[in-house]
């Protein structure tokens, strides 16, 4: 390859610092070499709230306490290499027209993903796009298909696949103690946005035209991801959907409503599913609910046809261990240093490193180099999330294979129509 890879960061989201986390700690672990070359915000002046400390309008504090990567801390471009400044853009065919980048990172709401997506493919320039992947099945298998076409990558930025327990789950599933899924369930009920909040305070989380959905689509991928990684390919979906607020809202501290949003999306979800290899489970969540959030203890649990894991915690008959100290025990150092080069564990440097290392070797000429997470996985996980709000519409159980192929489209039709998405894409 010519150089460090060249990337481009379009939205100067609240998910930014997170990524920037990430790709720190493979710089400083020498994992891969890359410059940030461009940054798209709405404005220029937007973008410089990301280039070098001091220079734009101050950090926004961050929108919920904890682990969560929407909180993680304000970062900066300057932060990852002192030897490049990003060059700041109002929008997408401004950057692809300067000729800056090589790939481009998209950060943008969801509604935005296919047309900068197959803006920057169209210009040759490789795509890793927050999940979920695209507003609609039609709209993401378009930017698939042009991916495909051109010989580019397209991958998602999933975490899920990276994560340390959803590869124990997997290893104990597909190798070890635990064996074929027989049920699974994920999820919970409430969230630290109920009962009432404008989630991550991003209006267009709860408009159907920029999100897609409400939390089946939001969150709905990420479950279907770890359901995919660890159990296989969602054969079928059956579930119910409700709005229970209506609107919605910031407040100040005093508890005044400082904004609001109305809601033409789901706030909650239960969906059942069916493996293609046979097992079952379910899956639920809400951005409702008045008192506590409660969730599946570990967020997850497998029972297998040789055992159960909930999280990283394997059950046995005398109590539970870690996954991790069982798969350690039986798994060889290369497996373990594949899975977390020099111990990087963080899940958006090792999407990121993949997306890195996919590009280097489609330049190096592997034409079918994929990412672990590539943009038809994302398709597939899209399809099974949309499978939830099809079910919904349609009262009946629907196949991912009628969503992907658009034999169930009765939910998505109005999102299409916005989009001018007149044909199938792939
Ligand atoms: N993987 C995860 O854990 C995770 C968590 C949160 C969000 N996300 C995803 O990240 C994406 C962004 O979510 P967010 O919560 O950070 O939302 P956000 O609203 O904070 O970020 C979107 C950004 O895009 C900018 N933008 C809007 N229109 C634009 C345009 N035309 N050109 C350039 N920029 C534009 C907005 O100003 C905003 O800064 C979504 O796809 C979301 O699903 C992923």
Do not use: N
């Amino acid at each position: 390859m010519a150089g460090p890879l060249r990337i481009g960061v379009v939205g100067m989201a609240r998910i930014l610092p997170s990524h920037l986390r990430g790709w720190k700690a493979l710089l400083d672990a020498g994992l891969c070499d890359f410059r940030v070359t461009a940054l798209v915000g709405r404005s220029p002046e937007g973008a410089l709230s990301f280039r070098r400390r001091g220079e734009g309008p101050p950090p926004r504090p961050p929108v919920m306490p904890g682990g969560d990567p929407l909180a993680a801390p304000h970062m900066y471009v300057s932060d990852l290499h002192g030897d490049t400044l990003p060059e700041c853009y109002a929008d997408v065919p401004a950057m692809l027209a300067a000729g800056a980048v090589d790939a481009a990172v998209l950060l943008t709401p969801v509604g935005l993903h296919h047309g900068q997506a197959l803006a920057c493919l169209s210009a040759g320039v490789h795509v890793l796009c927050e999940k979920p992947l695209a507003v609609s099945v039609r709209a993401g298998a378009a930017m698939v298909a042009e991916a495909e076409r051109r010989g580019l990558v397209l991958g998602l930025a999933e975490g899920v696949r990276y994560d340390a327990s959803v590869r124990l789950q997997r290893w104990a599933v597909e190798s070890g103690p635990v064996g074929p899924v027989e049920m699974m369930a994920l999820g919970g009920l409430a969230s630290y946005w109920a009962p009432d909040r404008i989630v991550a305070e991003t209006p267009w989380r709860h408009r159907k035209v920029e999100a897609g959905g409400g939390p089946a689509i939001d969150i709905g991928v990420h479950q279907f991801a770890h359901v995919r990684a660890v159990a296989g390919e969602v054969r079928e979906v059956s579930a119910v959907t409700a709005r229970v607020a209506a609107e919605r809202f910031t407040r100040d501290a005093a508890g005044a409503v400082v904004a609001a949003v109305a809601c033409d999306v789901e706030d909650v979800y239960h969906a059942a599913f069916r493996l293609e290899g046979g097992g079952t489970g379910q899956l639920s969540f809400s951005w409702c609910g008045r008192g506590p959030a409660s969730f599946w203890p570990g967020g997850s649990v497998v029972y297998g046809a040789r055992g159960m894991c909930r999280g990283g915690r394997l059950a046995l008959p005398d109590g539970e261990v870690l996954l991790e100290e069982r798969a350690r025990a039986e798994l060889g150092a290369d497996v373990w240093e594949r899975w977390f080069p020099r111990g990087v564990r963080d899940t958006k440097g090792l999407q990121f490193l993949d997306f890195v290392r996919t590009v280097e070797r489609r330049r190096g000429g592997d034409r079918g180099a994929q990412m672990e997470a590539s943009g038809r996985e994302g398709l597939h996980e899209l399809a099974a999330a949309f499978a939830i709000l099809e079910s919904a519409a349609a009262g009946r159980a629907v196949t991912l294979q009628e969503v992907l192929h658009g034999r169930a489209r009765t939910y998505q039709r109005e999102i299409d129509e916005h989009w001018g998405l007149t044909a199938p894409g792939a």
